[in-house]
C-alpha cells in the first residue's frame, strides 16, 4: 500500500535498496565473498539514508553512516621549490607492475648497465599531505606543500607543531627531506566528534582532515590536532664538513633520515625481486586499515641511486618509481541522461550525465561512455544505477550496472545514426578499424567553431588575445570563416567588434602579426587532424624536416617514424590527400612562414637539460628555452643533479646557490649565447 507523501518510485527503490544491501551484508559478513566493494556498498546505503530521512516513519530503525566534507583554507605564501616536486605514475594490477619493471630494464641496459639487476624498496603510500621540508646546516627554514611541483606553499609555521618534524638536526647537514603529513583515525574521530558539538561541518576523510589541519593560519589549530608525519625521502644533501656519508641506496636514505631524527615509516622492507613486491603488497592489502594513518597502494622505488639516475624522469612522474594502488574507490549513482559530444576531429562520444555523487573527494556528474562498444558491454540505459569508479587521479568511469535495481521500463541504448551538430543530414559513420562513430559532413558550425578555437589556441597558433568569444565574434560578424582568414583582418574590420576599442584592436592585430612565422609540429598541430597531438606532430616535424616532406609521404614512409603508430599514420596520410584540406592549407601557407627543423641543430643538445634563472637582456626567457628546444634539449623549471646547463641572468637567486652546491655548470648570459652560436654553427 502506498504510503501518504510517498510516490510509489521512491517506495520501489526503498525497497529494491533494503533487499540489495541486505544480500551485500550477508555475503560479506557471513560468506567472506563480498561481490561489491565497501566504498559501493557504503553508498547505496548513504542513497536509502537520504530517501528514509524524507520518509521518517518508513525508515524508522536506519542509519547509514552521514559522510560531509569541510573546505580547509589554502591563503599562504607562495614559494618556487628549489628542486622540482614530482608525483609518482600508478599501476593497478601485477601485469602493468609487470610493464613497468620491463622498461625499468630496458632504460637501465639502454643507459649502458650491461647486465641491468635492481633491487626494490617496497613502503606504504600514505594517504595524507606531502610535505617537503628544507633544512639548512642541520637547522629547520622553510616547509612547503607540494602544489604543482614547481611552487607551494609556506606551511612552516604549522609544520613546526609536527612533533615528528626536528626543528634542529643531529647532524650538521643540509636537506631537502619529503614527507607525508597524516591524521592518526582516532583524532580524526575526535576532531570530528568536537566539530559536530559545535555544530561545524565535519571532514570527509583522515586526509582532507590532515590537509585541512596543516594548512591553517594559526599554528595552535595545527598543533591542537596531533598530526603526524612519516619521511621517506631525500631530494638534495649536502654532507660537506661532515662525517655524514650520502646515501646509496633507498634503503640508506630512509637509515639516514632516521639516524637525524625524522620519523620513518617502520613497515618498508628491501624486495630482491618483483615477486618479492607483490608478495609484500599482498601482505599489506587486507591490512591496510589496520594501521592508525591511511594508506592507498605501496610505493616500489628503484633501491639504487645510481639506477635512479641513469631512469630520470618523464614530463610529470619518476621512472625510477610506481604506486601500486589498493583497489579503486567506488560509488553508485544514477545515469540520467546519455548526451553525444562531437569533437574537433568529427569524433562522436558518447557521455553519460549522472546524479551529482562524490568520489575519492570530487563531486562527479559526467562520465564519458567512450563509444557504442561500451555501452552494449555494460547495458547501461538511462534511469540504471550504476557503480563509478575513479582509480588513481584517472577520470572517473562507469565499471558496472547495478541490475537489481533497474527500473522496470527502461530500453536499451539505440546509437542513432544522425547528430544534428554534424552538420549536413546530420550523419554519423563508424570509422574503419575503430570503435568510434564520426561526422560524416566535415563543415558543421560546431565544428567549425572548435577547429577555429584550437587554432588559435597556446598549443598551436599561439594567437594572444584571441580566445573563444572573439573567435566567435569574428564568425558572427561573418568577417572570418577559415583560418586564413584570420590573417587577413584589418584594424576596421576588429574595431567593428562589439565592445572593442583601439588598443585592444591593436594588441590582436599585433598577435596575429607575431603569429604569422609558426614551427613546422605547430602548424601540424593547428589542422585538427585525428589522432596528431603535441608529441607526434614533433616526432613527425623533426623526421621529416619539411611540409613539403610530409605531404608527399607515403603511408609506409609515416608507419616507418619511431613512436608513430598505423592510426596516426594513416590519419594525416588520408587527410594530406583530400582535396578540401589541401586548398585550405594551401590559402594558409599564403599569409605564414613555416620554420623547419634543421638536422644538425635537432642534435646539439639532444639530451641535455637546461635551467634558467634571473632576467636576460637579449632575449626573453620564453625565447632563449624555445632556442635550446630547437636544438634538441629539454628545459626544466627546477635545479637537479640531472642539470646539464643553468643559465643565470640577472638576480638569478637561490637556483644559482643550488646549482652550485650541485656542481651544475652555470652560464652568464655572454657565455650561453656563445653556446647558442657554437651549436648553430657547429
Not at 582532515?209 to 621517506?232: C, H, K
Not at 549522472?354 to 564519458?368: D, K, M, N, Y
Not at 637579449?618 to 629539454?634: I, Q, Y
Amino acid at each position: 500500500m502506498k504510503q501518504k507523501g510517498v510516490s510509489k518510485e521512491v517506495l520501489m527503490r526503498m525497497q529494491a535498496l533494503r533487499a540489495l544491501i541486505e544480500y551485500h551484508r550477508a555475503l560479506y559478513h557471513e560468506k567472506d565473498a563480498p561481490e561489491i566493494t565497501d566504498e559501493a556498498y557504503d553508498s547505496l546505503v548513504s542513497e536509502l539514508q537520504n530517501l528514509e530521512e524524507m520518509s521518517p516513519s518508513i525508515g524508522e530503525g536506519v542509519s547509514p553512516r552521514d559522510v560531509i566534507g569541510g573546505a580547509p583554507s589554502d591563503a599562504f605564501k607562495k614559494v618556487k621549490h628549489s628542486v622540482r616536486q614530482w608525483s609518482f605514475d600508478n599501476v593497478f594490477d601485477e601485469a602493468e607492475l609487470s610493464l613497468w619493471s620491463d622498461r625499468v630494464h630496458k632504460l637501465l641496459a639502454g643507459g649502458g648497465v650491461s647486465k641491468p639487476a635492481p633491487t626494490y624498496v617496497a613502503e606504504h603510500k600514505i594517504d595524507g599531505l606531502k610535505v617537503v621540508v628544507v633544512y639548512e646546516k642541520g637547522v629547520l627554514v622553510r616547509a612547503l606543500t607540494r602544489g604543482d611541483g614547481i611552487t607551494g606553499e609556506d606551511i612552516t609555521h604549522t609544520v613546526r607543531t609536527i612533533k615528528d618534524v626536528p626543528h634542529v638536526l643531529k647532524e650538521q647537514i643540509s636537506l631537502i627531506a619529503v614527507g607525508e603529513a597524516w591524521l592518526p583515525h582516532k583524532e580524526f574521530v575526535r576532531i570530528n566528534a568536537l566539530r559536530e558539538k559545535k555544530g561545524e561541518p565535519v571532514f570527509a576523510n583522515p586526509r582532507n582532515a590532515a590537509a585541512g589541519s596543516v594548512r591553517q593560519l594559526d599554528p595552535e589549530i595545527t598543533r591542537e590536532r596531533n598530526i603526524r608525519m612519516f619521511f621517506y625521502d631525500i631530494d638534495f644533501i649536502d654532507v660537506v664538513n661532515t662525517d655524514v656519508l650520502s646515501p646509496d641506496t633507498q634503503e640508506d636514505e630512509l637509515a639516514l633520515l632516521k639516524k637525524v631524527g625524522c620519523t620513518v615509516n617502520p613497515h618498508f622492507a628491501v624486495c630482491r625481486t618483483l615477486s618479492d613486491v607483490v608478495a609484500y603488497y599482498t601482505k599489506w592489502t587486507p591490512k591496510k586499515d589496520a594501521e592508525q594513518y591511511g594508506m592507498d597502494g605501496v610505493v616500489v622505488k628503484i633501491n639504487e641511486i645510481s639506477y635512479q639516475r641513469i631512469l630520470g624522469y618523464t614530463a610529470k612522474a619518476p621512472r625510477f618509481g610506481i604506486a601500486f594502488k589498493f583497489p579503486a574507490e567506488q560509488a553508485t549513482t544514477i545515469v540520467e541522461d546519455i548526451v553525444l559530444q562531437v569533437g574537433r576531429t568529427g569524433v562522436v562520444t558518447p557521455v553519460a550525465h549522472l546524479r551529482p555523487v562524490r568520489i575519492a573527494g570530487s563531486l562527479v556528474s559526467r562520465a564519458t561512455l567512450h563509444n557504442e562498444d561500451q555501452i552494449k558491454r555494460l547495458d547501461v540505459r538511462v534511469g540504471d544505477t550504476v557503480i563509478m569508479q575513479k582509480a588513481g587521479d584517472v577520470i572517473p568511469e562507469i565499471v558496472q550496472v547495478v541490475l537489481e535495481l533497474r527500473p522496470q521500463k527502461t530500453k536499451p541504448y539505440v546509437f542513432p545514426r544522425k547528430v544534428p551538430e554534424c552538420g549536413g543530414d546530420g550523419a554519423i559513420e563508424r570509422v574503419v578499424g575503430e570503435s568510434a562513430y564520426r561526422c560524416v559532413a566535415k563543415n558543421s558550425d560546431t565544428l567549425h567553431r572548435a577547429r577555429l578555437y584550437y587554432f588559435v589556441g597556446k598549443h598551436a597558433f599561439n594567437i594572444d588575445g584571441m580566445g573563444e568569444k572573439i573567435v566567435d565574434a569574428l564568425l558572427d560578424a561573418q568577417l572570418i570563416n577559415s583560418y586564413a582568414d584570420i590573417f587577413t583582418l584589418a584594424r576596421g574590420d576588429v574595431l567593428a567588434l562589439p565592445h572593442f576599442k583601439d588598443t585592444a584592436a591593436d594588441n590582436l592585430l599585433t598577435s596575429i602579426e607575431r603569429a604569422r612565422t609558426v614551427p613546422l609540429e605547430r602548424l601540424l598541430i593547428s589542422l585538427s587532424i585525428a589522432h596528431i597531438g603535441n608529441e607526434t606532430a614533433r616526432l613527425i616535424a623533426r623526421h621529416f624536416k619539411s611540409l613539403a616532406a610530409i605531404r608527399t609521404a607515403t603511408l609506409d614512409q609515416l608507419e616507418a617514424i619511431h613512436g608513430i603508430g598505423s592510426v596516426v599514420a594513416h590519419s594525416l596520410y588520408v587527410w594530406m590527400r583530400t582535396k578540401d584540406h589541401m586548398e585550405e592549407l594551401d590559402r594558409l601557407l599564403a599569409h605564414v612562414t613555416i620554420v623547419n627543423p634543421e638536422e644538425k641543430e635537432e642534435q646539439a643538445f639532444l639530451g641535455q637539460i637546461f635551467v634558467f634563472t634571473g632576467t636576460l637582456a637579449t632575449l626573453s626567457r620564453d625565447e632563449a628555452s624555445e632556442r635550446v628546444r630547437d636544438l634538441g634539449a629539454h628545459v626544466a623549471s627546477s635545479v637537479s643533479k640531472k642539470t646539464t646547463y643553468l643559465v643565470a641572468g640577472v638576480e638569478a637567486g637561490s637556483k644559482k646557490e643550488l646549482a652550485e652546491s650541485l656542481g651544475v655548470q652555470i652560464l652568464n648570459e655572454e657565455q650561453f649565447l656563445a653556446l647558442l652560436s657554437r651549436a648553430t654553427e657547429g
